[in-house]
């Protein structure tokens, strides 16, 4: 598979070092980047082969995955229009928000298109990805694509566009969410008495030792809950706490809020 990644930063450059990592030779992958200073760090990170040239870098691909902001994802695929026509590559965008009804107006009708939500943590290889597809994309595309972001960690298909709003609002944001409840929690730790170089290292590790725990057991997270919280213990204590100050209702409303604006976002920039 030849592979063209247009945009080089954060997310592009995740999916690169984990495809050479999987086995892809640096020679399946071709980068379009505008700023010089991005593709020489490319090429000589990587030996990926990087351009200033988008339809330089898209000839032979495959599979192009979209990995610029929103706002310029118009900009970059409508002057590609006539080699994504003739050529029918799949394309992969990873920009927030943006729908397929408008990228498939850019790339044109019979280019065919899936949409990626990823979070930060593709940057090491442990993201969580959600993906969509219109019906019309075969199985061997689909294939591609799910191998496409497998480089940068777990992948889960949506049976709807607008489900992807719900996974930019859970794993998309939710890196965020898990960081500013480490960071409050080193915070009080702090004010109770504690070292802030040992909050914090104690914060983290927990943070990723918690998450490493979910991820290989298998259990129910409320299982995994359970097992930490003993009757009567202190552990009972501070989740009736977090209970009584309504926590469930804050996490509800939280993510809600962040579902409104990837759509508000989709409506601003896909037109």
Known sequence: MQLAILGGGNMGRALIGGLLRRGTRPEQISVGESVPAARESLMSEFGVNASADNPAA????????IAV?????AAVLKPLQP????DRPTVLSVAAGIR????????????????????????????AS?????????SARRAAVEHVMQAAGEVV??????????????SGSGPAYFFLLAELMA???????????????????????????????GLELARLREQVTSKGGTT??????LNDAGLRAIVAHALESATLRSRELASQFGN
């Open 83 to 86: 080699l994504l026509r003739r």
């Open 69 to 73: 902001k929103p706002q310029d994802t």
């Open 100 to 127: 397929v009804s408008a990228l498939e107006t850019w790339c044109g009708p019979d280019v065919p298109v899936v949409r990626a939500m990823p979070n930060r943590p593709a940057l090491v290889g442990a993201g």
């Open 130 to 138: 959600g993906l969509y597809a219109p019906a019309h994309v075969d």
């Open 187 to 217: 915070s009080a730790a702090v004010e109770l008495g504690l070292e802030p170089q040992a909050a914090k290292r104690l914060a983290v590790t927990t943070l990723y030792g918690s998450g490493l725990l979910a991820h290989s057991s």
């Open 58 to 65: 898209i000839a032979g691909a495959s599979v192009v995955v």
């Open 236 to 241: 009972e204590a501070a989740l009736r706490t």
């Open 157 to 170: 298909w949506v049976g709807s566009e607008e489900a992807l709003d719900v996974v930019t609002a859970l």
